[in-house]
């Protein structure tokens, strides 16, 4: 079956003269290929159509087996038995021929598969055919060599580059001019200046705070000390609050 889809057929190989006969070159499998591939289209669309055609047969001959029960109703009623037996036998033949395109219309969808899954699989094959040439193609072009000098290239541009920015990160005017050394030894200097000073200054006095007991005791001994404060006198009344009081004893008497 492959053979016959890929254009490998055995009477394509015992051509004379050609030393040996080899085998088809990648063009003319791919024009078979697409041969076949047209011949599957073309069946899968023709059992497509006749399954068509038979449905249609199906549905007329159901028809007229509902007509013939009818008829054979009718033949019977009017106690025609000839004329019934007629029109049952006619409901039997038709009965017989849905059942025989029932079978056809089955073989027909069988058929219509397995071609389309062949033509899957003969697209399969073709893809995997065509990604495999593909590769050797890609592999003839590139060699071990191509890939060493590349990467030696990249490698070198790298070195150039680290280069370049060594350069551009050393100092230039006056900060090229001075030695690291003497700064490190200044920033020593420095440090240490800033060391005895902090050395010679006097030390804080921490203040001390007293307990909680200590501080209540004295606070209770300065109250027990102060002498208690005199009452306020009671503030004396003027003669006209005196005079107002009597006025009002009187009207209330």
Known sequence: ???KLFGQGGHGGGGGGGGGGGGSTPHQSRQVTATSTQKTVDAIQKLGETEELLNK????????VNEALEKTKEYQRAKNTRAALMS?????????????????????NEQQMMLENQRTTAETVLALQQGVRANKATMQELNIDDVDKTMDEISEAQDQMQQMNDVLSQPIGAAADMDEDELAAELAELEAEDLDSQLLEPAPVPATRLPARAQAQPAAAAGQRMPNVPAARPKQ???EELELEALEAEMAA
């Open 237 to 239: 009344k003027t003669a």
């Open 57 to 64: 047969r199906r549905n007329l001959l159901e028809k007229k």
């Open 88 to 108: 049952l036998k006619r409901k039997k033949a038709y009965e017989k021929q849905i059942e025989q395109i029932d079978n056809s219309i089955s073989r027909v």
């Open 1 to 3: 079956m492959f053979k």
